[in-house]
């Protein structure tokens, strides 16, 4: 085996150790399947009713927000449990073995990338059944599901970086959530951006969760021609500039994380 | 005999702690090597260092012939360990735990079940295998780490107090295991606050304090820096001590010790069992009942408390001078 073989098949070993660990810990995957179908009632009916949207059930125009949002929530189990690892000596027997050093983190993202995957097709079968529908051709709901798994997985880098950083639980669970909140919030993804008063619409309109949640909207087929078309240039242009952004995030923050891990481990 | 593990002048300091103050070690293949010391002499920090987790200040040290620090990945694939503290992962079984570690050894999916299984039954665990870790006694997670280490049947391996919570049984069990694994050739340095331990599984013996070795040899060439064979007998009543006393005095080779209380008397010898079977014979002839009789040789918790303890005075004189 080659270098990179090794690195990859030790990634696989890592990735399989973390999808038992969240199969085993009924909290982790309370987080990874019964909040997103939480999120999808909730968010559906008790907003759903009070806002009507003329040619689309407001589900259609919800659902692109909430999974994002799950992706944004369910990277905390990521840094949570990373930070865990971190306080227990788990990572001094990987240390000790001949394993690729890369494939901790490598692994960590990819089992959370399977994560996702279980809680987004959660999310889209629940949003079916209370009205849901992709407009799109297969083609494009395919690259929406993509571009959902590719924010998730840069997402992933983000979180394990703030964790590293961080390196204990309660103190990232906190800061995750400080976070994580206004970053939803501050965006498209439960009101009309260009409804926001001047400054706040502009940190709408430019945060980056909004242009994901638009591409995803642009390629489900959701968004809704009796809003007004947002004006802000990363909206336009949602999904080229949400693939920019995945591309940054992921060549900021994965030699970031990496660095890190090898600051945090070796005290 | 090429040295397994060599170092030199390590050096390693946590801010103003000196943790390790010029540590000097060699072992060579195919023995064990034991690190006795009392709580924060470096010896963690020394088996830290040897399995590439922590980098030195200064000095340094090869394993199986690689440099600790430049050659810390290929090194790898030569040593097993096992810490001071449990290495597992709670939400994975026992198997589990033992197939990731081999898998990581890159022994590929067959062998790593096959080793993971036949570890298990060694050490006792086979009841527990497909139990999440998480409810394992502490003596079992350690159990479970020292297989740990042996997964790759590594030339040379580091236990950080091995025996350390667990019971009789399976700390005679582990004993047997690290024999077996010698007689194959395997190198073991190991630390260990049991001094029974040392003597019994360790070639040599470096006791360490402040983060350096002060005295290395042999279990017996310890004992003997601190004294040699010394009878000790007890008799039935004050007048038989006496004569005792004057009986055996021809065997002593240096002051012999008389305590009236416990009707006791210690006489330090040469010869350990035939001076022994001699001074008997002695009181037998004069018909002196003997309550206790033994053959004591220092141990090395002696040793240890005569070294370190010595150690510290010879500091303390220094500094009043
Ligand atoms: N991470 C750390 N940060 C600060 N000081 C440390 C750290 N690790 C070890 N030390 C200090 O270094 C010294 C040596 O510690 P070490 O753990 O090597 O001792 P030890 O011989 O293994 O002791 P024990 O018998 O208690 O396990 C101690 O004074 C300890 O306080
Ligand atoms: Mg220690």
């Known amino acids: 085996m080659n270098s990179l073989q090794v690195a990859f098949a030790d990634g696989m070993t890592i990735a399989k150790r973390n999808a038992l660990k969240i199969r085993r810990a009924p909290d982790l995957l309370g987080g990874v399947i019964m909040l997103p179908v939480v999120f999808v009632l909730l968010f559906t009916y008790v907003f759903g009713s009070m806002i009507e949207l003329p040619g689309l059930s407001y589900a259609e125009y919800m659902l692109p927000g909430i999974f994002v949002m799950t992706i944004t929530s369910s990277a905390q189990i990521t840094g949570y449990t990373l930070t865990q690892d971190l306080q227990k000596g788990i990572f001094d027997r990987f240390r000790t073995l001949p394993m690729s050093p890369s494939a901790v983190l490598t692994g960590q993202t990819v089992s959370d990338l399977i994560m996702n995957v279980t809680s987004i097709v959660t999310m889209a ?46 103190i990232f669970n906190n800061i995750a959530t400080l976070v994580s909140l206004p970053l939803v919030f501050l965006s498209n993804a439960f009101v009309d951006s260009t409804r926001l008063p001047g400054p706040l619409q502009a940190v709408a309109e430019w945060n980056p969760v909004s242009t994901f949640i638009q591409a995803a909207r642009v390629l489900f087929g959701n968004a809704s021609s009796a809003l007004p078309a947002p004006s802000a240039w990363p909206l336009r242009h949602a999904v080229p500039v949400s693939l920019l952004w995945s591309v940054v995030l992921l060549a900021v923050f994965v030699p970031l994380a990496t660095r890190l891990y090898k600051r945090a481990v070796s005290r | ?94 198997a589990e735990n033992l197939e990731m570690v081999g898998r990581l050894y890159h022994l590929g999916v067959k062998r790593s079940r ?96 402040h983060g350096r070795v002060i005295a290395l040899g042999t279990a017996d060439q310890l004992k003997d820096q601190v004294g040699g064979d010394r009878i000790e007998l007890s008799v039935t009543s004050a007048a038989d001590l006496e004569t005792a006393r004057r009986m055996l005095a021809p065997l002593a080779v240096g002051d012999m010790q008389l305590d009236p209380t416990a009707l006791q008397v210690t006489i330090p010898v040469i010869g350990g ?49």
């Open chain 2, 114 to 209: 096959q080793r993971a299984r036949d570890l298990l039954d060694r050490f006792d665990l086979t009841e527990a295998a497909d139990r999440p870790v998480q409810g394992y006694s502490g003596g079992m997670r350690r159990r479970l780490d020292l297989a740990g280490a042996l997964v790759a049947t590594p030339p040379v391996l580091f236990l950080d107090e091995p025996t350390t919570g667990l019971d009789p049984r399976a700390r005679a069990s582990l004993w047997e295991v690290i024999a077996e694994l010698v007689a194959d050739g395997t190198t073991v340095l190991l630390t260990t606050q049991y001094m029974e331990e040392a003597d019994r599984l360790a070639d040599r013996i470096a006791v360490v304090d």
């Open chain 1, 125 to 170: 079968l629940v949003g079916l059944l209370v009205g849901w529908r992709i407009h799109s051709s297969p083609l494009e709901a395919l690259l929406g599901f993509g571009l959902l798994l590719l924010f998730a997985y840069a997402f992933s880098w983000v979180t394990a970086t703030v964790a590293l950083a961080l390196r204990t639980p309660e």
């Open chain 2, 1 to 94: 005999m090429p040295a397994a593990i060599t170092a030199e002048g390590l050096v390693k300091k946590y801010g103003d702690v000196v943790a390790l103050d010029g540590m000097e070690l060699t072992v060579p293949e195919g023995t064990v090597f034991g690190l006795l010391g009392p709580n924060g002499a470096g010896k963690t920090t020394t088996v830290r260092i040897l399995t590439t987790l922590l980098t030195p200040d200064a000095g340094h040290a090869t394993v199986a012939g690689f440099d600790v620090v430049r050659d810390a990945r290929r090194l790898r694939a030569h040593i097993g360990a096992s810490g001071q503290y449990a290495a597992v992962d709670d939400h994975l079984t026992g």
């Open chain 2, 273 to 321: 069992a035939a001076a022994l079977t001699s001074a008997l014979g002695h009181l037998a002839a004069e018909r002196i009942a003997v309550r206790d009789a033994g053959l004591r040789r220092p141990t090395l918790d002696d040793v240890f408390l005569t070294l370190t303890g010595h150690e510290t005075d010879e500091t303390s004189k220094e500094t009043v001078r």
